[in-house]
C-alpha cells in the first residue's frame, strides 16, 4: 500500500479494488543498438490510448516470441482493440476483429517514441551515445520509463 495513505492510529483500514482496464492500446517497437549496429535491440511498448500511458515493456530482438512477452504482460488490462503500425507480428499474434493498421491511431506512441529519443541519446538513429552492454541498455531505458511513465523514485 502506498506510505502516504498508511493511517498510523487505529483506523480500520482502507479497502482498496484494482481493476486493470484498458479499452485499447498503441503499440510499437523502436529501434536502438547495442556495441555495434548489426547488434540491433529493440524496445516493443504498448500505451493506453486514451490517456498516452506506458502500460507494458520488453526488449529484445524485433521477432514474434519477444512480442508474445508483450502480449503476455498486457493480458490483464483486458485491451479490446490494438493499433499498429504494419509490422507482421502484430497481424500474426493479434485477433483481427480486435486489430486496426495504420498511423491514424498510433500517433501518441510514436510521440512518445520521439520523447524517448529525445531524452535518451541511446536511442537516436545517429549517435556517438551507445551502450556496450544489453544490460546496460536495458537498465537505462528502464530507469526513464520507471521515473516518467510509472512515477517510481529511481534514486532512492
Known amino acids: 500500500m502506498n506510505p502516504l495513505f498508511h493511517a498510523s492510529n487505529s483506523q480500520p483500514p482502507l479497502e482498496v479494488r484494482l481493476e486493470l482496464v484498458c479499452d485499447a492500446a498503441e503499440l510499437d ?3 536502438s543498438f547495442v556495441g555495434k549496429k ?3 535491440r529493440w524496445l516493443w511498448h504498448a500505451v493506453d490510448h486514451a490517456t498516452n500511458t506506458v502500460l507494458a515493456y520488453v ?3 524485433r521477432k514474434d516470441v519477444v512480442f508474445k512477452e508483450l502480449k503476455a504482460l498486457l493480458a490483464p488490462f483486458n485491451i479490446s482493440h490494438y493499433y499498429t503500425d504494419d509490422w507482421g507480428a502484430y497481424e500474426r499474434h493479434i485477433d483481427p476483429e480486435k486489430h486496426a ?3 491514424t491511431n498510433t500517433q501518441k506512441i510514436e510521440r512518445k517514441n520521439l520523447n524517448f529519443r529525445t531524452w535518451i541519446k541511446r536511442l537516436t538513429r545517429r549517435t556517438i551515445c551507445f551502450s556496450k552492454l544489453e ?9 526513464l520509463i520507471n521515473k516518467v511513465e510509472f512515477g517510481r523514485d529511481i534514486h532512492a
Do not use: A, R, T, Y
Open 135 to 143: 544490460i546496460m541498455h536495458d537498465i537505462v531505458i528502464g530507469l
Open 38 to 40: 548489426s547488434n540491433q
Open 29 to 31: 517497437e523502436q529501434w
Open 59 to 61: 526488449f529484445g530482438q
Open 101 to 103: 493498421i495504420g498511423k
